[in-house]
C-alpha cells in the first residue's frame, strides 16, 4: 500500500496516537523545565535541589509505570487514553495551585506518569500492536505529535510568561489537555480493537516465539538496549531541564535557545520520517546500530561550541537522533520480542527511559553545584553515547540471526 493510500484508510487512528503524544508534552521535561526559573525563584531551590525534587519524582514515575504500562494489554485505548488525559489535566492544576516545597515530588510524579509516561506509552503500543507492516510509519506519524508539541509549546509559553503568571498557564494547560478527552473519544468510535485483531495482527519475535515481559528481561538483549534507553531520555532530558542555566553560561537569551526548537522539530521530523520508510523496507537491526552516532557529534558541539551557530549544529544533529528513537526502539521491542505481550514488555523499556529522565536532570545538577561545568559534562556524554553505540552494534547483530524472516 502507498503512503497516501495507507493515511487515508488509517487516519483516525493515526490522529488518536498523534493526539496522545502531543498531550504528552505537558509532562515531557521540554514543557515543565520553562517554569524552571519561576519554580526555583518561587520555592528557593538550588541547581542542584530542583534537580534533586525533579529526579525523585520521575524515579517514582519510573516504578509505577513499570505495573501502570501493562495496563495496555488488558484495555483498549479508547478506555485508558481519556482516563489518563483526564489524570494528565489533574496534576497540570496540581502544579498551578500547589504553594508547598514538599509537595513538588508529588507535582513532578503525577505529570511525569500521566504525561510522559502514560500518554506516550498508550500511543507507540498502540501503534506497534495496530500495524505490522506498515509499523513504521505508524510509528512516525504518530510521533509527529511530540514533534509539533516540542516546536510550538516551548516558543508559545516563553512568551506567554512576559505577560501572564506561570500559575495562571498551568491551568490552560490543564484545560487544553480536557479539550483533548472528547477529540480523542471521537476518533476511537471505531477503534482497531487489539483483542478482536489477535489472530492475524500478533507478530512473532526470536526463535519464532511470543516473548512475555519476565522472558524478555531474562534475555541478554534487552539489557544490552538499558544504556541506549538510558541516554537519550537522561541527557536529551538534561539538555532542557537545564535550559536556562545552558543560555547563561553560553551568555544567549533564553528566548534564543527556545527559538532552536523549531529547527530541531523540522529535523526530527524529517529523521523521523525517514526512518519509519526505511525500517518498514530493510528492518530495524540494519538502522537502530547507527541511530546514536548523530548525538555524539551533538552533545561535543554543545560542549565545546560556542554561540548560535553552536545551536544551531547542535540542535540539528540532536535532532537526528531524537527522530530516529521515536520510530526505531518502538520497532525494535515488536520485530525482536513478538506482539502479544508488548505492552507490558514495553512498558519495562518505558521505565527503564523514565529512569534515564530522572538521572539525567540530578546527576548533571549535582554536578553543577559541585563545580563541574555543563559543558564539561556534556564532553563526558559524548563518550558515553561512543560506549553504548559500540555495545548495541555487536549486540544487535547477534541477535539478528535468531528472527524469523521477514514478511513481504
Known amino acids: 500500500m502507498d503512503t497516501l493510500s495507507f493515511l487515508k484508510l488509517n487516519v483516525r487512528w493515526l490522529a488518536a496516537g498523534a493526539l496522545l503524544t502531543f498531550m504528552s508534552s505537558f509532562g515531557q521535561t521540554f514543557f515543565i523545565s520553562i517554569f524552571a526559573g519561576e519554580i526555583r525563584a518561587e520555592f528557593g531551590l ?32 479508547r478506555t485508558l487514553g481519556p482516563v489518563v488525559l483526564v489524570c494528565l489535566a489533574s496534576a497540570c492544576a496540581f502544579m498551578a495551585t500547589n504553594h508547598a516545597a514538599w509537595l513538588l515530588p508529588a507535582v513532578i510524579f503525577t505529570l511525569r506518569i500521566t504525561g510522559q509516561g502514560m500518554s506516550s506509552h498508550i500511543a507507540v503500543v498502540a501503534m506497534a500492536r495496530w500495524f505490522t507492516t506498515a509499523r513504521g510509519r505508524a510509528l512516525s506519524v504518530a510521533a509527529l505529535g511530540f ?23 498551568w491551568l490552560a494547560s ?14 476511537l468510535q471505531e477503534e482497531r480493537t487489539p483483542q478482536s485483531m489477535a489472530k492475524s495482527t500478533h507478530s512473532v519475535g526470536m526463535n519464532g516465539l511470543q516473548w512475555t515481559r519476565n522472558q524478555a ?31 547563561e553560561i553560553k551568555e544567549i537569551s533564553h528566548l534564543t535557545f527556545v527559538a532552536m526548537f523549531p ?14 520508510w526505511a525500517l518498514d523496507r530493510i528492518g530495524t537491526p540494519r538502522l537502530i546500530v547507527f ?66 529522565s530522572a538521572i539525567g536532570p540530578g546527576l548533571t545538577g549535582w554536578g553543577i553545584d ?39
Open 46 to 77: 538550588s541547581h542542584g535541589e530542583w534537580g534533586g525534587i525533579y529526579a525523585l519524582g520521575t524515579l517514582a514515575s519510573a516504578i509505577v509505570m513499570v505495573w501502570s504500562g501493562g495496563l495496555t494489554d488488558r484495555f483498549r485505548v
Open 147 to 169: 514533534s509539533i508539541g516540542e516546536a510550538v509549546l516551548p516558543l508559545l509559553f516563553v512568551a506567554l510568561l512576559t505577560v501572564y503568571d506561570w500559575r495562571l498557564l
Open 174 to 187: 490543564a484545560l487544553v489537555a480536557l479539550l483533548g478527552v472528547p477529540i480523542l473519544v471521537r476518533l
Open 217 to 247: 528481561m531474562s534475555h541478554w538483549l534487552f539489557w544490552v538496549m538499558v544504556p541506549t534507553l538510558l541516554g537519550p531520555s537522561a541527557f536529551g532530558t538534561a539538555l532542557m531541564f537545564h535550559q536556562v542555566h545552558f543560555s
Open 263 to 276: 529547527l530541531y522539530t523540522a529535523v526530527t521530523i524529517a529523521s523521523m520520517v525517514l526512518s519509519g
Open 291 to 356: 541511530m546514536y552516532l548523530p548525538a555524539v557529534l551533538a552533545f561535543l558541539v554543545f560542549g565545546l561550541g560556542q554561540g548560535t551557530g553552536g545551536l544551531v549544529l547542535g540542535f540539528a544533529l540532536f535532532g537526528l537522533t531524537s527522530g530516529a528513537n521515536s520510530t526505531l526502539p518502538n520497532a525494535f521491542w515488536a520485530e525482536f520480542y513478538g506482539t502479544a505481550s508488548i505492552g507490558s514488555i514495553k512498558a519495562m523499556a518505558a521505565a527503564v527511559m523514565v529512569l534515564g
Open 370 to 408: 559541585a563545580g563541574i561545568s555543563l559543558e564539561a559534562q556534556y564532553v563526558a556524554v559524548a563518550v558515553y553515547f561512543s560506549c553504548a553505540s559500540a555495545l548495541l552494534f555487536f549486540g544487535v547483530r547477534k541477535a539478528t540471526q535468531l528472527l524469523p524472516p521477514r514478511e513481504a
